[in-house]
């Protein structure tokens, strides 16, 4: 079982990906669908920000090296890796650094 600070960072990533996806499925009037894409963008920016903000508050600055790593086989037999780091700079600049 992966631990949640090991799902936390590819869920902040690609959460966004997730409601453009929902927002590109809504159908209907226009109307409806506007509101639909406003809330969709609102619920999904707001869960990410969470997130972000959880993982901001693990952080601990006064230990050194990367503290939030995600490096696994992203394809069994070839040499791929999925690989995600949340490091110092990201502290500072609240930013993902994915590789």
Not at 86 to 99: D, E, K, N, S, V
Request: glycine share 6%.
């Amino acid at each position: 079982i992966m631990a949640f600070n090991e799902i936390l960072l590819p869920i902040i990533t690609f959460l966004p990906l997730v409601g453009v996806v929902v927002i590109l499925w809504a159908r209907g009037k226009e109307e409806i669908v506007a509101r639909h894409v406003r809330w969709v963008a609102l619920w999904t920016s707001l869960a990410t920000l969470a997130l972000a903000i959880f993982l901001w508050i693990n952080f601990d600055p006064t230990k050194s090296g990367y503290q939030f790593v995600v490096n696994k086989d992203w394809l069994p037999g070839l040499p791929v890796r999925f690989f995600i780091v949340y490091h110092i700079i990201g502290f500072f600049g609240t930013r993902l650094y994915c590789c």
